[in-house]
C-alpha cells in the first residue's frame, strides 16, 4: 500500500527529504522548502521593501531554483523588491556559453531583467586563456578571485543594494571543512554568516543556507525547471571536490552531518588576543583588501608579465603597489556612476508622484 504524505496524510508520498527524514506528496515539499526559505529570509532580516536584489544567475540547479523561488516568495508575501539576474561570463567554451543560454531562457520565463559580464571585458583575460597560461592545477584560485569581483563589479552597473547566491548547505559545509583543512581562521570566522557587507560595497546573502543540495535537485526536478547540468570543464582538481567527498562520506554515516558542520562553524570564533589582518583598499582598483595590491591585481599582473603564478607560488615575487596604465576600473568610479544612476532614479520617480499628485488634485 502506498505511504501517505507524513504532513497532510492525505496524498501519496513520493518523496523522503534528507533532512528530516519525512516522507511528504509534492505539494507540501514544495510548501515547506518555500516555506523554510522563507523564514530565513525573515528571520535574518535580510531586505527591506524597494531594495534592488541581483541573483546571481550561472544557470546551474542552485541559481535557477534560487531566482524561481525568489520571484515566487516576492509575489507571495510582497517583500516589494527589485529583482535581476546577475551572471558572469568566465569564457569557458562548450561549458558557461551553454549554460548562460540558460540563464537567458530563465530571463524570459520568469520575466527579470538580465546582465551578463565577462572576464574579457573586464580582465581582458577568458579563463580558457589563463588555463592555456597556468595549467589546469591553481585556475580555480584565478576563476574564484575574478568571480568575487566581476559579480561587485557588474551589481555597481546595475546599482544594486543586495546580491543573493545559491550556496546551499551543502556548499557552506564544504567551505567550513576546506578552512579547517588550510587553516584559515580568518575565513572560518565569516564564512558561516548568512549575510556578508559584500567587500564593503554590495550585501551578500545565502538564502538557501540550511538548504540542503538533495532537496534543491529534488525541487528542480519536481518543478520541471529549466537549468543546466553539466560540471565545469576546470573542476575536477578543483580543492573544493575532495572536502566534498569527505562530506558525502559523513553523510551517509549521518544524515545530519551537513548541518551539524555548519552549527559547528558558527560556535567557532577567534580569540580577541588573536591578530587577524586588517582590511584596507587595493592601491590601484579601490577593492578591499588585506594588502596594498589586491589578488585580482597580483594575478592579471602576473598573467600580463608571464608570470602566471605571481599570485599564487609561496616565494615571494615583487608587486609593487600604486596604479598603472593598464589596471581595471577603480571601484569608486563604479559607485559614482552608480550613485549619479540611483540620484537620476529617485528624480525620476519623484517627478512622477509629483504629476500624479498634481493630476488627482486638478481632478
Not at 6 to 27: F, L, N, Y
Not at 188 to 205: F, K, M, N
Request: net charge neutral; glycine share 6%.
Amino acid at each position: 500500500m502506498p505511504r501517505q504524505c507524513d504532513i497532510c496524510h492525505e496524498a501519496r508520498a513520493i518523496v523522503r527529504r534528507p533532512k528530516t527524514g519525512q516522507s511528504i506528496c509534492k505539494e507540501c515539499f514544495f510548501y515547506v522548502f518555500e516555506t523554510e526559505v522563507h523564514n530565513t529570509i525573515v528571520d535574518s532580516k535580510l531586505f527591506k521593501p524597494g531594495d534592488r536584489v541581483g541573483i546571481g544567475a550561472s544557470g546551474g540547479k542552485d541559481s535557477t531554483v534560487l531566482a524561481y523561488v525568489m520571484k515566487a516568495l516576492n509575489d507571495r508575501y510582497n517583500y516589494g523588491l527589485d529583482l535581476y539576474l546577475l551572471s558572469v561570463d568566465e569564457g569557458i567554451a562548450g561549458y558557461r556559453d551553454d549554460s548562460l543560454e540558460t540563464v537567458k531562457r530563465n530571463k524570459e520565463q520568469y520575466g527579470l531583467p538580465l546582465l551578463i559580464v565577462s572576464y574579457e571585458q573586464l580582465y581582458g583575460w577568458s579563463m580558457d586563456s589563463i588555463v592555456a597560461a597556468v595549467g589546469r592545477k591553481n585556475n580555480c584560485t584565478f576563476c574564484g578571485v575574478f568571480r568575487r569581483q566581476a559579480l561587485d563589479r557588474g551589481a555597481l552597473m546595475l546599482d544594486l543594494d543586495h546580491i543573493v547566491t545559491g550556496h546551499n548547505a551543502d556548499d557552506v559545509a564544504e567551505t567550513i571543512l576546506m578552512n579547517i583543512f588550510r587553516g584559515d581562521i580568518s575565513r572560518l570566522d565569516r564564512c558561516t554568516e548568512i549575510a556578508t557587507s559584500g567587500e564593503g560595497y554590495v550585501v551578500r546573502s545565502k538564502p538557501f543556507k540550511h538548504a540542503y543540495e538533495k532537496e534543491i535537485v529534488m525541487y528542480a526536478y519536481l518543478r520541471r525547471l529549466d537549468y543546466f547540468s553539466t560540471e565545469c570543464t576546470y573542476s575536477p582538481n578543483a580543492y573544493r571536490g575532495y572536502a566534498r567527498e569527505f562530506l558525502k562520506k559523513l553523510e551517509r554515516v549521518r544524515p545530519s552531518a551537513i548541518l551539524d558542520i555548519i552549527h559547528s562553524g558558527e560556535a567557532m570564533h577567534v580569540a580577541k588576543d588573536v591578530q587577524l589582518p586588517s582590511l584596507d583598499r587595493c592601491q590601484r582598483c579601490g577593492y578591499i583588501s588585506s594588502n596594498s595590491v589586491c589578488k585580482a591585481c597580483v594575478l592579471l599582473e602576473g598573467l600580463e608579465r608571464g608570470i602566471p603564478k605571481l599570485g599564487i607560488s609561496r616565494t615571494k615575487q615583487d608587486v609593487e603597489a600604486g596604479p598603472r596604465e593598464n589596471d581595471l576600473v577603480h571601484f569608486e568610479k563604479l559607485r559614482q556612476e552608480a550613485l549619479e544612476m540611483r540620484r537620476s532614479r529617485q528624480k525620476s520617480e519623484s517627478c512622477q508622484q509629483s504629476a500624479c499628485a498634481c493630476t488627482e488634485n486638478c481632478s
